[in-house]
């Protein structure tokens, strides 16, 4: 295995700068290595954070700083498309959408590339994403891997992005901890070196919370809060404030604590009850994209996470047709969400390598 990580000789690469720490320090390492660094911020929407003005402001004075060109590519409709869109009628459904891996699909990876490619003849691209990218030349594929820094790492935020993207993708980051990337920030005096580390979510930046993102979608609807019984516990003012496993919030009190366990957009009922009545053996999910391995066809075990902060758990891995498969896990998991993402790592002592994920499905 080899990694798309090589020193160069002024090898042309298009850096993706959100006006952050990290994208920043993988943008001057490359710089430092050799390569004929360009960096383009893509403007996805109005207001503050990593993504908006601010970001733009600073991945301009990053550019300038490293004697780079800066590109701002428009992106505000795609992104309103794919994920706005995507966020309001998941909500609505009663599912948890992730955002971060459709955009990362949808309107970074993919378009960034095509961009490069188009209009500025350039075949490589790069981030500051913590993950690293490694070759097999025996399946003659590009395997995605975690970060070493697992804190940080975010190959399950990029278990879609498809192989001609990560054949074209670097890395910097993927073999070094936050720590170090803060350290080659202040070493250099990059003008973000002491920025504060963003949200995972870059709406919850610009709108405060996702409750005040989604109340200028979606209009309040009253119902009721149950146990799984059927009892009236208390209220509330629409699911899409909801998402299961939530604790915190609820609004209604008992002897024991209580979860959201089930969300019902029919009777528009939020379901709650204890961790063990939240806990699940199994699932499916659909869109499936088998990553560092070819589709699979037969069984196969896996470590399976099932949140980005979820521990993986032993699990089989099921597939059902082309894009959908069946998970069982060796132990019943709590927070099993739908609309969330359930990706494969290989179980082996590092367990490090995605070998694919797919969307939680409804009950």
């Known amino acids: ?8 000789n002024q090898t042309p690469v298009l850096v993706g700068l959100s006006g952050g720490v990290d994208s920043s320090v993988a943008a001057a390492l490359l710089h430092q290595r050799g390569y004929a660094v360009q960096g383009v911020t893509l403007w996805l929407m109005r ?49 948890t959408p992730l ?52 804190h940080k790492d975010q190959s399950y935020f990029l278990y879609e992005v498809g192989q001609t993207e990560l054949g074209a993708c670097i890395f910097p980051l993927g073999d070094r901890t936050k720590a170090q990337v803060r350290q080659i920030a202040s070493e250099l005096g990059l003008a973000t070196a002491d920025k504060p580390e963003s949200q995972d979510l870059c709406l919850i930046e610009a709108h405060g919370s996702m409750r005040e993102f989604l109340g200028k979608y979606l209009a309040p609807m009253a119902g009721q809060i149950v146990d799984t ?13 909801f998402t299961i496993g939530q604790r915190r919030g609820i609004g209604v009190s008992a002897p024991q604590p209580l979860y959201v366990i089930k969300l019902d957009p029919v009777l ?50 099921v597939p059902v047709d082309h894009d959908r498969a069946q998970i069982t896990f060796a132990e019943p998991q709590f927070g099993i969400t739908p609309g969330q993402a359930a990706v494969f790592y290989q179980p082996d002592p590092e367990g490090d390598m995605v070998l694919g994920g797919g969307i939680i499905e409804k009950d």
């Open 1 to 8: 295995m080899t990694s798309n990580l090589l020193s160069n």
């Open 47 to 95: 207001g503050k954070g990593q993504c908006c003005s601010e970001g733009l402001v600073d991945a301009a004075r990053i550019c300038e700083q490293l004697g780079i060109p800066h590109h701002i590519v428009d992106s505000r409709d795609r992104f309103a498309q794919e994920i706005i869109d995507y966020l309001v009628t998941g909500y609505g459904a009663g599912t």
């Open 99 to 150: 955002p971060c891996s459709r955009c990362n699909r949808s309107v970074k990876f993919t378009p960034m590339l095509d961009y490069a490619r188009r209009e500025l003849g350039i075949n490589q691209i790069a981030t500051g994403h913590y993950a690293r990218i490694t070759y097999d030349s025996q399946l003659d594929r590009y395997q995605l891997r975690r970060s070493i820094d697992l």
């Open 229 to 241: 019984a059927g009892k009236v516990l208390g209220s509330h003012d629409g699911i899409h404030n």
């Open 268 to 317: 528009n009922r939020v379901i709650v009850g204890t961790r063990e009545e939240g806990a699940m053996a199994s699932c499916r999910v659909h869109s499936v994209n088998w990553v560092s391995i070819p589709p699979a066809s037969v069984p196969l075990r896996a470590e399976v996470q099932i949140r980005y902060r979820a521990v993986p758990a032993s699990a089989v891995v």
